[in-house]
């Protein structure tokens, strides 16, 4: 399949290039300029340095005539929504009718749209895991934001029958995820401290509210089989159906730690308001497509802990994208 993903050189767009290399495809995708690819360099994969409105990667696609592409750019941090959330509502529910009326000069391929478990909001536990006919009540911009990209995915379907495949991911972690997301903020500051960087001292906001975890590559496998298999403009959970309590995970990344730590809660970590328990029931996508996921969370955590051992040691920052 010849794809094209926007946001390649981002968190869960890196990975799902890797994967859909690996399974044969045909990978070009469009990044901000400056993002330096982190893909295994065997891999044939085209990075165009772009920024999705401009003209220039316009002409690109249209040459390109990708037969899927993966929406992945935009804005992933629930937290950092409150202080942007105009560039968050911008960028992920505008950028998509933008990347469509480019699609429609480019032979209309199938465009998949990454929006967030995140729309649910505050659902009572008794009603969880999360079926995708819940209704939607945003507590947060960047959730908001998601919802509305899902609102211009449904009109372009409605108006003019656009082909979308409609995602809701749940959350998911793994390397090269960015600080500011609780599992590599977490690990990088152990890693930190086992380096003899900081004081044996790990910062943390809200232990106590629980969510639903995959590794990256269940997610970005999923990707792939709804791009292919999917029901057209239908809304897909992309999910374990299971939680883990933040405190949880902590624990577990403090017990791979190499050394004694404390914990602080820094309450700039915290956030003015936060879904208590948000897990999905990914029923639909399992049945459509006989997805399942792989990676028990133990061992993404490990990894994720020796991916920012890697990048302590090597005395650098992460260069690629959320
Ligand atoms: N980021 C962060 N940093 N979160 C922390 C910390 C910390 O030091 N300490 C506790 N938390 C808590 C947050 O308050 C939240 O309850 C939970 O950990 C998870 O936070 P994030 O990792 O920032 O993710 P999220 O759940 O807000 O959003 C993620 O999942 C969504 C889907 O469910 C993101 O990946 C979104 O892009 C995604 O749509």
């Known amino acids: 399949v010849k794809v094209l993903i926007t946001g390649i050189c981002g968190f869960a767009g890196s990975h799902l290039a890797e994967h859909c290399a690996a399974a044969g495809d045909q990978v070009a995708g469009i990044a901000l300029p400056g993002e330096i690819p982190p893909f295994t360099p065997s891999l044939a994969i085209t990075v165009v340095e772009g920024d999705l409105m401009r003209e220039a990667t316009a002409g690109f696609i249209r040459d390109w005539r990708p037969e899927v592409i993966y929406h992945l750019a935009g804005l992933a941090s629930v937290g950092r929504s409150w202080q942007d959330y105009e560039r968050t509502l911008t960028v992920n529910a505008l950028g998509l009718l933008r990347l469509a009326a480019v699609g429609r000069e480019a032979g209309r ?181 006989g997805w399942e996921p792989r990676v028990p969370l133990e061992e993404t955590l490990a990894r994720v802990l020796d991916h920012w051992r890697g990048v302590v040691a090597a005395g650098g920052e992460e260069q690629c994208g959320a």
């Open 109 to 289: 391929p199938v465009i998949l749209t990454v929006g967030s478990g995140e729309v649910y909001g505050r659902v009572p536990e008794e009603e969880q895991p999360v079926g995708e006919n819940r209704p939607c009540r945003p507590i947060n911009p960047y959730a908001l934001s998601k919802l509305w990209q899902e609102d211009a995915a449904h009109y372009l379907v409605r108006s003019e029958g656009y082909p979308l495949v409609i995602t809701r991911p749940f959350n998911h972690t793994g390397p090269r995820q960015r600080r500011g997301f609780v599992v590599p903020d977490f690990a990088s500051q152990i890693a930190e401290i086992e380096a003899g960087r900081r004081e044996p001292l790990i910062w943390v906001g809200n232990l106590e509210a629980r969510r639903d975890f995959l590794d990256v590559r269940d997610v970005a496998a999923a990707y792939r089989l709804l791009a292919l298999d999917g029901t057209r403009g239908v809304p897909y959970n992309i999910a374990s159906g299971h939680w883990w309590s933040i405190q949880r995970i902590l624990d577990t990344l403090l017990g791979l730690a190499r050394v004694t730590i404390r914990v602080e809660v820094d309450r700039a970590r915290r956030r003015p308001a936060d879904v208590p328990l948000l897990s999905g029931d990914a029923s639909r996508l399992r049945f459509d497509t």
